[in-house]
C-alpha cells in the first residue's frame, strides 16, 4: 500500500512564509490528483487548495487565493503548497491526499471520498 508524506510545517511568524512538500512512496504521485486540506483543533475538514493531476486545473478556498499557490513537479513527483502572507487562521495540521475526483471538485477543492490516500499530515502554526 503507497504512502503520502507531508514534509515543510513549523511555526512562524505572522505574515511569514512556508513551502510544504507531497510525496509519495509505493505509488507514482503524477498519476493523482492531489489536494491540500487542512483541519484546526474543534474543526473540520477543509480544503485549501487542489491540483489535477497535469496540473492543468486548480481550486483554492477564497481565504487563502492570492497568498497560496499550489503547483506539482511530475518529474520528481512531488506536490508543494507555497503559503505566503500567513495568518494565526491558516494554524493548522496540514494534510495531502492524493484521488482522482471530477474537475469541478477539484476546482471547488472540497474534501471528498474520491481523495482515496491520505498523509498522516503535517502542523503549520503562525504565532507571534
Known amino acids: 500500500q503507497w504512502q503520502l508524506v507531508e514534509s515543510g510545517g513549523g511555526l512562524v511568524q505572522p505574515g511569514g512564509s512556508l513551502r510544504l512538500s507531497c510525496a509519495a512512496s509505493?505509488?507514482?504521485?503524477?498519476?493523482?490528483?492531489i489536494g491540500w486540506f487542512r483541519q484546526a483543533p474543534g474543526k473540520e475538514r477543509e480544503g485549501v487548495a487542489c491540483?489535477?493531476?497535469?496540473?492543468?486545473?486548480?481550486g483554492y478556498r477564497n481565504s487563502v487565493k492570492g497568498r497560496f499557490t499550489i503547483s506539482r513537479d511530475n518529474a520528481n513527483d512531488t506536490v508543494y503548497l507555497q503559503m505566503n502572507s500567513l495568518k494565526p487562521e491558516d494554524t493548522a495540521v496540514y494534510y495531502c491526499?492524493?484521488?482522482?475526483?471530477?474537475?469541478?471538485?477539484?476546482?471547488?477543492?472540497?474534501?471528498?471520498?474520491?481523495?482515496?490516500?491520505w498523509g498522516q499530515g503535517t502542523q503549520v502554526t503562525v504565532s507571534s
Open positions: 509505493g505509488d507514482i504521485l503524477a498519476n493523482y490528483a
Open positions: 491540483i489535477s493531476s497535469s496540473g492543468g486545473d486548480t
Open positions: 491526499a492524493a484521488g482522482h475526483p471530477p474537475t469541478l471538485l477539484i476546482r471547488l477543492c472540497v474534501a471528498s471520498k474520491d481523495y482515496s490516500s
